[in-house]
Structures are given as structure tokens and as C-alpha cells.
């Protein structure tokens, strides 16, 4: 029943995540023909599949509503993290009530997880209980093209809301934290003697505490592709099982020697050992994966039954599903799955290794198989690549596998005896910093590589291909050889698409309440504005790109910080030609001023500023904003910054016909896109890069319903996420969304057939 039970849940959640019309209704009608058929293993089967659906519902539906947004609400919870940015705290609440201070509003009762970001707040610790006034919006994030999915990570950590702490009235504490016996152990790691690196690393690796770890620890990680090796994983919590049943077993010869062999309780200690330890740890789904699998490995080799390496590898998927449905949309969930069914694949069947040489040649044959195949996995999670993983796996698996993890446990087993728990972990602090080195070096050699997200799928499949053609067995080794010396040169030889001669790809890009454009043609980059900057100091230029972008020019439309809020992270992390800019702005790079009758042309592509003139002290800092024209074949872009109708009106005849593309200026505002513009424009298509649930309501009623009554096609970033234009091609070609938007699936007029407002 392993397979099956696991099947069973993947199908409730996948059915309670997509719910589709009559569920409960076909469930219910399949479990009565199961009940008059006798199939109790089906109707127990259904139950399964209910239970996993409606905690995948219960989710669904403890969502914050719409009708919440920006409303006072009362919390009373349990903190559970608290991550300090500077002068602003990120507190995870779970939430025990919830009730908004206008009781006209809908209730918020159904919250159970919200995430809140607290300004200045007081010394808060995890585990108390506190009551705070908040603002709340429903989970969402940018939708950018191969970046990371921020309301996906929402909706997996089960976190039905974010926002903030309202100063007024003030936040109080309720009760202090009760100490746990992991706090408790974290809090002696901190009294030790020992370097601020150890005792992150001792946290992360023998207690499953990851948030102890710094950025640079986690950047270090993920460049040299070893960020599994901070997980709470199998060889833990076997090591702990293993030592508690030797003990066990040794103590059961002492007190019975002519019975020990059939003694029971030592393997139930044993097992207890397993359970407590990953308790300990968190109960993380791999811990939870790694308890199972120990749990049936104790049965088996008790020799109370014998089920396969693959009844147990469903049977725990099956059962870390179940006990936590939102699981099933983490990466780390099924990257441990993953490699634990490719070591059953290649060492199922095969006769166990004999001598230091058989074992040393398994684990190299082992690694050399996981790297290919992990890193086909990160590659679709995380759509990055770390070149120097295969070979620093090589050394970092053994060294923490045999050396840190042993060391760290025995530390704490050895705890009471000051010398010894000392010396285990002063060994310890010598080998974490050899192994900092070796993947701070291997970094440096080789680092971190972020594939452009078209060559994601091609070549993860590529290099899952190379993994089984060596993993499954009776396979020719000519077949093997030969394959493999196709694909390493598939994959070697995978590049980037570059757009066509005399085409422009023009990307608006979801950065909430702000502005930021890339214009891309065969050998040149351009980007319009650089995006805003929030209160909090982030950027969502940042998480746009890997940092060492080159950009041939940067037109900053004016000085605003939701036009060049991330001009700063722009210099720091990337390399640009030339930076423009109106007269008299105040910019954090030095820049040479963009003026009306400026033209270039590259690749084909004709750029062209309309607007400001040379003199703008008599303007404001939103009317200096450049206006940049850009004509690519029969194709024309018109960005116009956040100038308002008068200014629009000046430059007007300068806008040759027709535009294929505007994007609105001030982001919808009504104090632009004039009736005279639209009029004179009729673009195909306009876009409003606009925040999501944003306070200004943009875009303006007004304006949508003047572009559309010039027939124009209208996006917003705030709903479509990034969309993609391409320009100058002959056939044209359909704008791409990152976000496919129900309403945008035909009619009598296609895509544009929409309700484009959210007024």
C-alpha cells in the first residue's frame, strides 16, 4: 500500500490546489460506488485524498481577502522568527486571532501564518505571544522572467498574508517564550567559546538551524552548489539511530547474554532516538524524509519484515505529503527525494563493496551520479548551475559525511565532560574552516552561473538524460559512451537567443510602484529607468539579474525613487557604457543630460529623445522626465516618463505615426495620457507598470476607458506581471505575460477583450 497511499495524497493536493467544478461530488460518488463494491482499501484510499485536498483547501481559503487590503486589523499570535534588516524586523506570526478594528469589514478569522515587516520595533523574541495592529495585503510578489517566485514561496511556507506593524496603538507583548529544549541548546552553543562561524555551522548541521546561518554563508552555498549538505538528512539521523542501538544492544548482552540477540527494545530506543532527534531538529520534511526511511530500515534489519528500498521511499514521500500538503510545492522536498531514489537505483542489486578501494570507488561512482542529476534538479528549481559542484561534492560529501557531522553530535553527546565535548567541537572548528576554503576557492575558480531561462529546460534535460543512460542498469556500454559524447557537446554548445537584426525586444518588467524597461537588440542593451527603491532599502532591480550585467545605456527619466530608487544596486553589481539623464537632476552616478533632437542607431534600431528641451528650471522634476521614441521597422515604442498632459502637448507632432506601443505614462496616472496623446498616438498597445494592490490606484478609471475607446490593447504589470513586446519583426508577434491572466483567452476581439482596470 507504500505506492499507492503515496499516490493517494499527491492526487488530493494536487486536486485541493486546482479544485476543479463538482470535486466533492465526483469524490463522493466514487467513495459510494468503492462502499457498495466492498473496496475498503479504495474507500480508505478516497479518505486519504480528501484529507490531503482539504488542508490544500483550508489553505486556499485562509487567503486575506481583497475586501482587507489596507485595513486596521488586530492580531494576537505566537512569533515564531524574527530576522533583523537594519532598523527593520521580520517577524513570522502564527496567528491565533485575528479581527478588524472596523467591524463593517469581512472577517479574518481563517488567517493562521502571516508574514510582517516592523519598523524600529522592540527586542522581540521567537516563541512569545504578542498583540499588534497591522496592514495586510493578500500573499503576492513580482512575476520577472527566471527569477525567484516570491508568492510561490509564499504559498508553499503557508503564509496567507504580508504587511506591517502600525506604530499606533502600540504592539505589547503578551507572554514571554517558553524555553524549548532546542532554544536551550542553541542558547549553550552561543555561551561556548567558539568563533561566530562555528557556531552557525554547529546550529546548522546538527540542529537543523539554517536561519543561523549569514548571507554569505547561504551565497557561498549555493554558488559551489553544496547547500544540501546543510540539510537534516538521512546520514543524521542514522548516525544517531545507529550509535543509540549499539548502546542499546551492548547494554541488552550485559543485563540477558544468553538473550540479547532477541531482545526488542533496543531497536525501539533506537527508533525513539530517530524520532526525537528530528524533532529536535525541526521535523523539516527532509528530517521527516530521513526519520521514515530510518524508522523502516530499523524494521527490516530487526528482522520483523522485509519491504523493499522502494516501498519505503513511497511510503515516506507518501507520509511527509500528508502530514504537510504545502511540501509538495518546495524544491528542497523533492531534491531529497530525488537523490534518494537515484541511490536506491544504482546500488539496488549490486553486491555490497568489499575493502577501502570497493567502497572508495562506490562513493566516487555514487557522487559522479548525483552531480549531473542534481544539478538538472536545481537547475528547474532555482534555474541556476554551479559549475564547481561535481568536483567539490568529491571532498565536501566525505568531509562532512565523516568528519563535521560526527564531530558535531559527539560534541554534544560529550557535552557533560567539558575536555572531550570541547575537543570534539575545537576539531570540528578546523575542519568547517578547511571546508570554507576549499569552496571559497572553487568559487573563485569557478563561479556561480545563471542560464538565460530559455536554456533551462534544454539542458536540465540534457544532463537528466546523461544520469539515468549511466544509472539504469543492462545498458550497453557503447550505448552509454557514445550517447554521453553527444550530449556534452549539446550542452556545451546551448546559447542564449539574441533577436534578429533590425528587432527590438522591449521588456516592462514588475517592480510594483515603479518604472524599469529593457530594450534589447542584437549587440545592445538599453534600460529605462532603473525601478524603485522601498522604505525597507530594497531594490527589485536586485533580484532582476545576476550581478556582471553590461549595459550599453541607462536613460533615467527622472530623479524620482520609483524611477531611479535602483541606481545604486545598478553601479554596484552591473557595468554601464553611458548614463542619461534630464538637466539639474541629483543622481547617485554621473550621468551626461538627454535633450530634445538627440538621436542614435543601433543594430538597425532608431532611438530618439523628444522631450525635455535645454532649459527646465521652470519645469518640474516629473515634466523633465525623458521621452524617448524608438523605431524598429514599421514598429514604433513611445515612453513618456511621468510627464504630465500640458507637457505631452509640446511634443506632440513630434511623435511620428503610428505607435505600436506606449507605455502610459506616471503608470496610468490621470495627469497623463491626455485625450490629445491617445487621439493623436492610438497605440495597438499600451502597458502600465503599476504595483499590484497598490495605494494610488493606478491605472486612473479615466484613462483605460480613453485607451480603450481608441482601441488600444492594454496591459499592467500589476496584473500581467512582465510582459515582453517584440518589435521590427514582420510577422509581428503576440505580446508575452509572465502572468496568464483568465480573461485573456479570446472573444470576439482576442486577448484584448479584457477587463484591464482593476476600478
Request: with cysteine.
Amino acid at each position: 500500500m507504500a505506492m499507492p497511499l503515496a499516490l493517494a495524497v499527491l492526487a488530493g493536493v494536487g486536486l485541493g490546489r486546482w479544485a476543479p467544478p463538482g470535486l466533492f461530488e465526483i469524490w463522493a460518488l466514487c467513495q459510494l460506488w468503492r462502499v457498495a463494491r466492498g473496496e475498503w482499501r479504495g474507500v480508505a484510499l478516497g479518505a486519504v485524498v480528501a484529507l490531503a485536498a482539504s488542508q490544500v483547501l483550508l489553505a486556499r481559503g485562509a487567503v486575506l481577502p481583497d475586501g482587507l487590503l489596507r485595513a486596521d486589523l488586530a492580531l494576537e499570535g505566537r512569533i515564531e522568527s524574527v530576522q533583523e534588516e537594519g532598523r527593520l524586523s521580520r517577524l513570522m506570526l502564527r496567528v491565533e486571532s485575528c479581527r478588524p478594528l472596523d467591524f463593517a469589514r469581512l472577517p479574518c478569522d481563517s488567517l493562521r501564518r502571516v508574514r510582517l515587516s516592523y519598523f524600529e520595533a522592540p527586542v522581540i523574541a521567537p516563541g512569545e505571544r504578542w498583540t499588534m495592529t497591522v496592514r495586510l495585503r493578500p500573499p503576492t510578489g513580482f512575476a520577472n522572467p527566471g527569477t525567484f517566485d516570491y508568492s510561490a514561496w509564499l504559498w508553499r511556507e503557508g503564509i496567507q498574508a504580508t504587511g506591517y506593524v502600525r506604530s499606533e496603538p502600540a504592539a505589547e507583548r503578551l507572554e514571554a517564550a517558553s524555553t524549548s529544549l532546542r532554544q536551550r541548546a542553541l542558547g549553550y552553543l552561543d555561551e561556548r567559546e567558539l568563533s561566530p562561524q562555528t557556531v552557525r555551522w554547529l546550529a546548522a548541521l546538527t540542529l537543523g538551524a539554517g536561519e543561523r546561518l549569514t548571507r554569505d554563508d547561504w551565497d557561498l552555498l549555493n554558488a559551489s552548489g553544496t547547500t544540501h549538505l546543510m540539510v537534516i538528512s538521512g546520514l543524521h539521523v542514522g548516525l544517531v539511530a545507529a550509535f543509540m542501538l549499539l548502546v542499546a544492544r551492548a547494554l541488552a548482552r550485559l543485563l540477558t547474554p544468553s538473550r540479547w540477540r532477541m531482545a526488542v527494545w533496543p531497536w525501539w530506543l533506537a527508533g525513539v532516538a530517530a524520532v526525537g532527534y528530528a524533532w529536535l531538529a525541526g521535523l523539516q520534511p527532509p528530517a521527516m524524509r530521513a526519520m521514515i526511511m530510518t524508522l523502516v530500515g530499523l524494521w527490516v534489519a530487526s528482522g520483523r519484515h522485509a519491504p523493499g528500498p522502494w516501498q519505503a521511499w513511497w511510503l515516506a514521500l507518501g507520509l511527509v505529503v500528508l502530514f504537510d500538503p504545502l511540501s509538495a510545492w518546495r524544491p528542497g522536498l523533492w531534491l531529497s527525494f530525488l537523490a534518494v531514489a537515484l541511490l536506491i537505483l544504482i546500488w539496488q542489486g549490486r553486491p555490497r563493496p568489499r575493502g577501502v578501494s570497493g567502497w572508495g570507488w562506490g562513493l566516487l561512482r555514487t557522487q559522479l551520479l548525483l552531480a549531473p542529476l542534481m544539478a538538472a534538479a536545481v537547475l528547474l528549481a532555482f534555474a541556476r548551475l554551479a559549475p564547481a559542484a561535481p568536483l567539490v561534492n568529491l571532498a565536501a560529501v566525505p568531509l562532512v559525511s565523516l568528519v563535521l557531522v560526527p564531530l558535531g553530535l559527539l560534541g554534544w553527546l560529550f557535552a557533560p565532560l567539558p575536555y572531550l565535548g570541547s575537543a570534539c567541537w575545537w576539531l570540528f572548528e578546523h575542519a568547517t574552516r578547511l571546508l570554507v576554503g576549499v569552496l571559497t576557492l572553487s568559487v573563485e575558480r569557478l563561479p556561480l552561473w545563471w542560464p538565460a531561462p530559455e536554456q533551462v529546460w534544454p539542458l536540465a534535460s540534457m544532463l537528466g538524460l546523461v544520469t539515468l543512460l549511466w544509472a539504469l542498469p543492462g545498458l550497453a556500454r557503447a550505448l552509454r559512451l557514445g550517447a554521453t559524447l553527444l550530449l556534452v557537446p549539446a550542452m556545451l554548445g546551448l546559447s542564449p537567443s539574441v533577436p534578429e537584426a533590425k528587432t527590438l525586444r522591449v521588456r516592462v518588467l514588475d517592480v510594483g510602484q515603479g518604472q524599469l524597461i529593457e530594450l534589447r537588440s542584437a549587440n545592445y542593451r538599453l534600460l529605462y529607468d532603473t525601478g524603485p527603491r522601498f522604505a525597507s532599502g530594497f531594490a527589485p532591480l536586485s533580484s532582476v539579474w545576476p550581478a556582471g550585467q553590461y549595459f550599453d545605456e541607462v536613460v533615467v527619466s527622472h530623479g524620482d525613487l520609483d524611477h531611479a530608487g535602483g541606481l545604486s544596486v545598478l553601479t554596484e553589481r552591473h557595468a554601464v557604457g553611458r548614463f542619461l539623464a534630464p538637466p539639474g537632476e541629483s543622481l547617485e552616478a554621473r550621468y551626461e543630460t538627454c535633450l530634445r533632437g538627440q538621436a542614435w542607431q543601433r543594430d538597425g534600431v532608431s532611438y530618439r529623445v523628444l522631450w525635455p528641451p535645454e532649459e527646465t528650471t521652470e519645469l518640474s522634476g516629473n515634466d523633465r522626465s525623458c521621452v524617448l521614441e524608438v523605431t524598429a521597422g514599421r514598429d514604433r515604442l513611445l515612453i513618456t516618463g511621468d510627464v504630465g498632459r500640458d507637457i505631452e502637448r509640446l511634443f506632440l507632432l513630434e511623435v511620428a505615426q503610428p505607435v505600436t506601443l506606449l507605455v502610459a505614462g506616471h503608470h496610468g496616472s490621470r495627469t497623463s495620457s491626455g485625450p490629445q496623446l491617445v487621439q493623436w498616438a492610438t497605440p495597438r498597445h499600451v502597458i502600465y507598470s503599476a504595483a499590484r494592490h497598490g495605494a494610488f490606484g493606478h491605472p486612473h478609471d479615466e484613462v483605460v476607458r480613453r485607451f480603450r475607446r481608441a482601441g488600444s490593447c492594454q496591459w499592467n504589470t500589476a496584473l500581467d506581471g512582465a510582459v515582453t513586446f517584440w518589435l521590427g519583426r514582420d510577422a509581428g508577434g503576440e505580446p508575452l505575460a509572465m502572468r496568464g491572466m483568465p480573461w485573456r483567452r479570446g472573444g470576439v476581439e482576442g486577448r484584448c477583450l479584457a477587463v484591464e482596470s482593476r476600478h
